[in-house]
């Protein structure tokens, strides 16, 4: 119903900055939640940040609450996540996901490194 690119990704020292895209197509935008998710090589697939149709309701894992900001532009079928202040540990592929009722809709990846 819904597909999704991720693109932003690549190498960055630590302490510096980042910024994720993800282009939806196939459907109406505004109709989904959204959200970031990670995963690291070994672990399992973790929650980064979700933002509501509306983008009045953002919630943010504690390991990025304050460096990573989510956003959403519904006119331009977009989400982003906006990486700061960087850290090795952040090292992983970052997934776009879409959801609406029981629904969920996933990206291909972006890879994040992040260099000591």
């Known amino acids: 119903q819904v597909q999704l690119v991720e693109s932003g990704g690549g190498l960055v020292q630590a302490g510096g900055s980042l910024r994720l895209s993800c282009a939806a197509s196939g459907d109406s935008f505004s109709r989904y939640s959204m959200g970031w998710f990670r995963q690291a090589p070994g672990k399992e697939r973790e929650f980064v940040s979700a933002?509501?149709?509306?983008?009045?309701?953002?919630h943010n894992a504690d390991s990025v609450r304050g460096r990573f900001t989510i956003s959403r532009d519904n006119a331009r079928n977009m989400v982003y996540l906006q990486m700061n202040s960087l850290k090795p540990e952040d090292t992983a592929v970052y997934y776009c996901r879409a959801q609406v009722r029981e629904y969920y809709y996933w990206g291909q990846g972006t890879q994040v490194t992040v260099s000591s």
């Open positions: 933002i509501s149709r509306s983008a009045r309701t953002i």
